[in-house]
């Protein structure tokens, strides 16, 4: 059974910077791909941003692009979300997945069968 933790979540004002971690136990981190969504109030879960298991591709959502970045460190067992330039519409629970491919459906959440309890991000005006 595989166990994803998140952190690094706060109150941060508009034009600050936050970093995610996410940390994976109970199996091989490097045998997941890992991705990143979030649910701003009152609405549906969105689609942040996936990492292949190596580190070398990932997918940015597009309102996202340029302001936040996907790594992963698959020694320390951990996907880190680096969020710049936030903006008040960025606040949200943030979650981190997990799945076993990469590619087909990545910005679908039900195709990720592992999550993490999330954790806030509010981004003051």
């Known amino acids: 059974q595989v166990q994803l933790v998140e952190s690094g979540g706060g109150l941060v004002q508009a034009g600050g910077s936050l970093r995610l971690s996410c940390a994976v136990s109970?199996?091989?981190?490097?045998?997941?791909?890992m991705g990143w969504f979030r649910q701003p109030p009152g609405k549906e879960r969105e689609f942040v941003a996936t990492?292949?298991?190596?580190?070398?591709?990932?997918e940015v959502a597009d309102s996202m692009k340029g302001r936040f970045t996907i790594s992963r460190d698959n020694a320390k067992n951990t996907v880190y979300l680096q969020m710049n330039s936030l903006k008040p519409e960025d606040t949200a629970i943030y979650y981190c997945?997990?799945?076993?491919?990469?590619?087909?459906?990545?910005?679908?959440?039900?195709?990720?069968?592992?999550w993490g309890q999330g954790t806030q991000v509010t981004v003051s005006s």
């Open positions: 997945a997990a799945r076993m491919y990469y590619g087909l459906r990545f910005s679908d959440s039900r195709s990720y069968p592992h």
């Open positions: 109970g199996r091989t981190f490097s045998d997941y791909v």
């Open positions: 990492i292949d298991w190596a580190g070398s591709r990932t």
